[in-house]
């Protein structure tokens, strides 16, 4: 396994400082921004392998950021949110942020949350024995390339969205947990009464638009989870 | 209708009959020979009384109706709720308690809008030197050759958080004793040479280069009557701040003057810094608030809007500018 080439973005030089060190030390390639302005341009310009985004910040706040950098980038991004401020999350995870912790977090957390990431992205455990594609309806899913296509037309997925598309297209026609759906696609139990399931749900379901008859290709299932319709 | 309205109703109908039954006690007694008034106006008198007891009993307590809904809704926590317009034109006793009510009612609001902003700010303002002790424990865990630096980190950072809640003590304290405060009479040059002068040791322990230009003379002479430890916090926090931003080898101006026709002492403080952008200069004074040229470690922003509510409480007023030379002037306004 290469380095991984982590972007940090924080108004807080001392805090950046010391999580660079801890990072480093870890076996990662760290560099630095801080503000929200130098972070989307570095984060734009490439060659990271995810980016860690404070999103309170002054002046350009990291929502704002975030929305710059999806404009044009599906690059992983991990948000750093206040304890407690669920709509900062909620916001963020419908810009397409792939997963956040709450700050204050040990690095331990933080650490353990980019592993996460970066594994379910690069897919490195899953390619030897995943299909060369998964096809379902209107839906295919090429796991080793890590693309998905509708219709013919290639998706714009984050990294997340893409891995819960394939958990649900592996098991299409039946419904996936959102416990299994977030081991799958964040790399992690899903806390009580958190959202970011059916946040990212709802964001590939904007991708996918609508059956013939209006209904969503993602159906809801009661006490279940989710279902993707297999035609 | 109410019982209110009944209740008013059945004395203006006792009034009235009492009044009745006096005149026919009269007309008894001594009109015998008068002749007998038509059953008609009798009936007539008795409907226009009734009438008029019923539309002074509505007038008197229907305003009072719209005041007790307002009051239970206030009780519910809606603050929201206002009398002005449901009172029409009227112009009397129970107006202006519609009006008194709608000011409590907006000053209760804006104090509780106020105190909830701070709560959250604080709770965010909190967060940052916990991340970092958060991060410094990650450091110190991960290899213990860190440990004597983690220890300097974490002493730094719990005297931040010390300071902090000093600062939000000192804040709440302020906002609910401003009646209660010390009034006594304060020497405003004395203050700030005392202010200057803890300066100057802080400026010369840190071997900084930045130097006091004073001018308060003429302030010996006014009288300003407050708290004089207040006074001197938000006399210090505005000087620290100007220390903070002025570069090495640059000044700090303190003018004072008094003026005798107005009764004020009017006091510029100005440092030689990079400002603040034109758009951010009436935010300067609010809790928290950072501007672009401050680091993200440096201070944490309450120290000015102490000094607001300090001047405030005194009858004074606070404002900022930037100097056409560069820099920031801060000018306070305070009655003499």
Avoid at chain 1, 154 to 180: H, I, M, Q
Avoid at chain 2, 137 to 164: H, M, P, T, W, Y
Avoid at chain 2, 309 to 314: A, C, D, F, G, T
Wanted: charged share 25%.
């Amino acid at each position: 396994m290469t380095t991984a080439k982590i972007l940090l973005v924080d108004d807080d030089v001392e805090l950046l400082d010391m999580l660079q060190t801890y990072l480093e030390r870890e076996g990662f390639a760290v560099t630095t921004a801080n503000a929200a302005a130098t972070g989307v341009a570095a984060a734009l310009s490439g060659g990271y392998a995810l980016v860690v985004l404070d999103v309170m910040m002054p002046r350009m706040s990291g929502i704002q950021a975030l929305r710059q950098i999806r404009t044009t980038s599906l690059i992983p991004v991990l948000m750093l949110t206040a304890k407690g401020d669920d709509a900062d999350c909620i916001v963020g995870l419908e810009l397409g942020a792939d997963d956040y912790v709450p700050k204050p977090c040990t690095p331990r957390e933080l650490v353990a949350r980019i592993r996460a990431i970066l594994r379910r992205t690069r897919g490195a455990e899953d390619v030897e024995d995943a299909p060369a594609v998964i096809h379902s309806g209107l839906l295919k899913v090429f796991p080793r390339q890590r693309r998905a296509e509708w219709g013919g037309k290639s998706l714009d997925l984050t990294s997340t969205e893409f891995n819960l598309l394939e958990a649900l297209a592996r098991s299409a026609g039946r419904a996936v947990s959102k416990d299994a759906l977030s081991e799958h696609a964040l790399g992690r139990p899903l806390a009580r009464f958190e959202r970011s399931i059916d946040v990212h749900v709802s964001s590939i379901r904007r991708k996918l638009g609508t059956t013939p008859d209006g209904r969503s290709w993602i159906q809801t299932v009661v006490r279940q989870g989710y279902q993707l319709l297999a035609q | 209708m109410g019982r209110l309205f009944w209740k008013f109703f059945f004395f203006f109908m006792l009034a009235q009959s009492a009044t009745t039954a006096w005149a026919v006690a009269f007309w008894i007694r001594h009109g015998r020979n008068l002749p007998k008034p038509p059953l008609e106006v009798m009936v007539g008198g008795v409907v226009a009384s009734l009438a008029v007891a019923a539309l002074l009993a509505w007038y008197i307590s229907k305003p009072i109706r719209y005041l007790r809904h307002a009051f239970s809704a206030a009780a519910q926590g809606d603050l929201d709720v206002r009398i002005g317009g449901n009172l029409g034109r009227r112009r009397d006793e129970l107006a202006d308690l519609g009006r008194d009510f709608d000011r409590t009612a907006a000053r209760l609001k804006m104090l509780m809008d106020g105190q909830r902003r701070l709560l959250h700010d604080v709770s965010h303002e909190l967060r940052s030197p916990l991340a970092r002790l958060q991060a410094a424990v990650g450091l110190a865990r991960q290899d213990s050759a860190n440990v004597g630096a983690v220890i300097d980190r974490l002493e730094r950072e719990s005297v931040r958080i010390d300071k902090l809640v000093d600062e939000l003590l000192t804040l709440s304290r302020l906002e609910a004793s401003m009646a209660s405060r010390e009034q006594e009479s304060v020497n405003l040059a004395e203050l700030v040479i005392e202010v200057v002068a803890d300066a100057t040791f802080e400026i010369n322990a840190r071997s900084a280069q930045v130097a006091f230009d004073v001018r308060v003379e003429s302030l010996h002479a006014a009288k300003v009557t407050g708290d004089a430890e207040m006074l001197h916090r938000a006399l210090e926090n505005v000087v620290r701040n100007s220390v903070r931003y002025t570069p090495s080898g640059g000044q700090v101006h303190i003018v004072g003057e008094y003026d005798r026709g107005r009764r004020e002492v009017r006091l510029m403080i100005a440092d030689e810094g990079p400002g603040v952008a034109t758009a951010e200069l009436a935010s300067i004074f609010e809790p928290f608030f950072r501007g672009e040229a401050a680091q993200a470690t440096s201070g944490h922003g309450l120290g000015l809007a102490i000094t607001h509510r300090v001047i405030e409480s005194h009858g004074g007023r606070i404002s900022a500018s930037n100097r056409t030379s560069g820099g920031l002037s801060v000018e306070i306004h305070l009655p003499a």
